[in-house]
């Protein structure tokens, strides 16, 4: 992985649409349904849309059913940090690009083989690079 990203909200404004800061750097949620990626199937590799960290492939992509881009596995463990978060009355695990800290969405145990794990991400917080040529 490359080196950490540490930037002003300042800097992160500039860089980012108002949607992208809301979630990446203020831990917003976009609404089920609604992002450009929860119904995405061309093949590829899903980044970071602040600092373009390789995240996810799309082979690890399936439907959850959440309207939120759900994935079993990132590309290699250091990708995303996982951290608690007690926020809104809950218990879950937050997932975080582990290069820039961006909020990427949550993590739970509902997934399928071969982790069983399902991490749903906001289409906000990605951006996609298509295999294709």
């Given at each position: 992985m490359?080196?950490?990203i540490?930037r002003?909200?300042e800097?992160?404004r500039r860089?980012l649409t108002?949607?992208?800061?809301?979630?990446?750097r203020?831990?917003g949620?976009?609404r089920?349904f609604s992002g450009r990626?929860w119904?995405?199937?061309e093949?590829?590799t899903?980044?970071c849309v602040?600092?373009?960290?390789e995240l996810f492939?799309?082979?690890t992509?399936?439907d959850?059913?959440?309207?939120?881009p759900s994935?079993?596995?990132?590309?290699?463990?250091h990708d995303?940090t996982?951290?608690?978060?007690?926020?809104?009355?809950?218990?879950?695990?937050?997932v975080l690009?582990?290069?820039?800290d961006?909020?990427?969405?949550h993590?739970f145990?509902d997934?399928?083989?071969?982790?069983?794990?399902?991490?749903?991400?906001?289409s906000?917080?990605?951006?996609f690079?298509?295999?294709a040529?």
């Amino acid at each position: 992985m490359a080196d950490k990203i540490d930037r002003s909200d300042e800097e992160w404004r500039r860089e980012l649409t108002p949607e992208q800061f809301a979630v990446c750097r203020e831990k917003g949620t976009e609404r089920a349904f609604s992002g450009r990626y929860w119904d995405h199937h061309e093949t590829g590799t899903y980044r970071c849309v602040a600092c373009a960290a390789e995240l996810f492939r799309s082979e690890t992509k399936f439907d959850s059913g959440s309207g939120w881009p759900s994935f079993h596995t990132p590309i290699t463990d250091h990708d995303v940090t996982s951290v608690a978060d007690r926020s809104h009355g809950m218990v879950r695990i937050e997932v975080l690009c582990s290069r820039c800290d961006a909020h990427l969405g949550h993590v739970f145990e509902d997934g399928p083989a071969p982790t069983g794990l399902r991490y749903c991400i906001n289409s906000a917080s990605l951006d996609f690079s298509s295999d294709a040529k």
